[in-house]
């Protein structure tokens, strides 16, 4: 009755939420039990449009899967009854946490519409086990409305149909396209409203998950109350055997170490139900204090950096791509580690993933994830977003036309939401601590491998200057030589000779063209050849004989024949004929200007 008065507590306050919302709590179910069962997933979905009623359609929503089935006697308790499978205060990784989803996707679709839910199951492959059902609100049990069996044709799994009252989103395919990536061992097929609303994505790996184990509280994260409830029950009488068989990664000497820091305000020779206040917090503080290893890695199920690689080039083609995994560490005791992964210059988007996706602060995709399901909506409360605007991405040379997706995936236990949707992380110091390194270590490897290429780049392009300039003085060389003095060893000698043929295409520089020395022009005059050069040079020596010799009538006698040479070359210049202008060569590139 709670949640049916208050359904935004479990997600479903919104109609645009309705669906995404839906397929999330049916599809982590089938993920769970095929994992749980060592099969590998596949899983199909149908989504059909029913009737108008103005805003809001009427559709229906169908999710079957290839696991093991459901036993016929717990499907009204699944289905029809709230908290039943309640996985709160285990002290291991899992999708689902209080036991509500699918039995309030049945709850909500029977208060919307008044349909009943449809659910098929086949545990053998031989019988089908056809339910519909509905949930008692008043006694919080499910209501069996028919019940049959029928062949199975050798199917085994489940089938779930529900009728929704919702707005059509683009985020549904977002989430699916996301929870494709970050679970790379499913085989995902949705048939949608029209031909461009379908997607089909195989597994890209055979390797199942592995199962965590379930494991004890860690020391470096407890608090007062989590030791005052744990000393009150347990089994154990002395203090070093209560630290060392109650929680995770204590050792003998550990727990010495541990006692040591507390003698002086706890009597170690006292039982722990027996400490007072005083003496629990005592003790919490040692233990947050001594040095001990990190969490034991077994409860948790990373999804690992080849595995998240794999999910997430197939279908963003990045130029390169960057992953990192932190170690575990403990929150209350509760061990949780971050993996996070930076796709830098992506070639393709996701399906349903677009330009209003950004990020206004880190200006990249950001996508969150929570043991291995993809976290949609109530972006602006998640420690996951702030934790990234934090971390200072734009340092690490990670802008917006980048086109860059930041994946961040927390594994924990017990992981502190914000509300019972699950819908973002509650602000907790050690999450966003570990959040924040996390995304800043991946950006310092980005950084280094943009560098990396910009150093190459700018070496090949100092690589073909350098050898443009020694191209030129090495035609300069054979054109004043006025012949081929430099040949392909001097190319190879300079270190260029394997950049010859572009620079003679690119440039027009023919490196080794051998050009004869200029000669002087003769000019014609009155049926004569007088050369400039010539008549200078003799004009200059009557000059300096007429000084020599002091005579005025030499030196008029000279002036006299440089004037009559100067005028012959004018009239010369005059009635020469003009010629024709050699064809000029096509316009290139400017060497020279390249060299420099």
């Known amino acids: 009755e709670f949640i049916a008065n208050n359904p935004h507590l479990v997600g479903f306050e919104s109609s645009v939420k309705m669906i995404p919302m839906s397929i999330h709590e049916i599809l982590t179910n089938s993920l769970d039990a095929c994992e749980s069962a060592g099969i590998l997933p596949e899983v199909w979905i149908d989504l059909k449009s029913l009737d108008d009623r103005g805003r809001l359609k009427r559709y229906r929503l169908t999710v079957r899967d290839n696991g093991p089935g459901i036993v016929p006697r717990n499907v009204p308790l699944v289905f029809g ?97 996301l929870t494709a990536a970050i679970n790379p061992h499913l085989s995902l097929h949705y048939d949608g409203l029209g031909e461009k609303d379908r997607l089909d994505v195989l597994r890209r790996t055979e390797t199942m998950p592995a199962q965590p184990v379930e494991t004890k509280p860690h020391p470096s994260g407890v608090d007062y109350d989590l030791l005052k409830r744990m000393a009150a029950r347990t089994r154990y009488e002395r203090l070093a055997d209560f630290l060392k068989g109650e929680f995770d990664r204590i050792r003998s000497d550990t727990a010495k170490a541990i006692l040591g820091l507390a003698k002086d305000k706890v009597h170690t020779w006292k039982k722990p139900s027996e400490l007072s206040k005083d003496e629990l917090s005592a003790l919490a503080e040692a233990m947050c204090a001594a040095p001990t290893l990190p969490p034991s890695p077994e409860c948790l199920s990373p999804v690992g950096e080849e595995t998240l690689v794999q999910g997430v080039v197939s279908r963003l083609e990045p130029a390169f791509i960057e992953a990192v995994t932190r170690k575990p560490r403990a929150m ?61 991405l734009a340092r690490y040379e990670i802008a917006p036309e980048t086109r860059s997706h930041l994946f961040v995936h927390v594994a924990g236990v017990n992981i502190p939401y914000t509300s019972e949707s699950k819908e973002a992380i509650k602000f907790v110091d050690e999450y966003y601590e570990e959040i924040r390194l996390a995304i800043q270590e991946c950006g310092r490897k980005i950084s280094r491998h943009i560098r990396t290429i910009k150093r190459g780049e700018e070496k090949a392009v100092m690589g073909k200057r350098k050898a443009i300039v020694h191209s030129l003085l090495l035609r300069e060389l054979n054109r004043y030589a006025g012949a081929r003095v ?61 000084k020599a010799t002091g005579s005025g009538k030499v030196e008029s006698k000279a002036a006299a024949r440089a004037g009559r040479a100067e005028r012959a070359e004018s009239k010369a210049a005059k009635e020469k004929k003009p010629q024709a202008a050699p064809a000029r060569e096509p316009a290139r590139k400017p060497a020279l200007v390249v060299a420099r």
């Not at 602060?361 to 291995?372: A, E, I, L, S």
Request: glycine fraction near 10%; proline fraction near 2%.
């Open 81 to 177: 009854k709230l908290l039943y499978g309640s996985k709160f205060g285990v002290r291991k990784q899992s999708r689902g946490q209080q036991g509500i989803g699918v039995s309030a996707v049945v709850l909500i679709s029977q208060i919307k519409t008044g349909e009943h839910a449809l659910v098929k199951t086949s545990t053998d492959g031989r019988t089908l086990h056809v339910f519909e059902l509905s949930v008692d609100v008043d006694r919080n049990n499910a209501k069996v409305h028919r019940s049959e069996k029928e062949k199975a044709n050798g199917w085994k799994g489940v089938e779930v149909s529900v009728v929704l009252e919702a707005q059509y989103s683009s985020r549904i395919m977002e989430y699916l396209e």
């Open 332 to 392: 209350r005791g509760q061990p949780f580690l971050v993996e996070v992964i930076i796709a830098y210059g992506c070639g393709s988007d996701m399906a349903g993933v677009g330009e209003s996706s950004i990020d206004p602060v880190t200006g990249v995709y950001v996508h969150r994830f929570v043991n291995r399901v993809p976290l949609l909506f109530s972006e602006a409360s998640d420690v996951t977003l702030k934790a990234a605007r934090d971390a200072g």
């Open 486 to 546: 430099a040949d392909e060893r001097y190319a190879a000698a300079f270190g260029f000779d394997h950049l010859v043929a572009e620079i003679r295409d690119e440039y027009g520089l023919d490196v080794f063209q051998a050009r004869p020395a200029p000669k002087a022009k003769a000019i014609r005059g009155r049926g004569k050849e007088v050369t400039l050069d010539a008549d200078r040079a003799k004009a200059a020596s009557s000059a300096n004989t007429a």
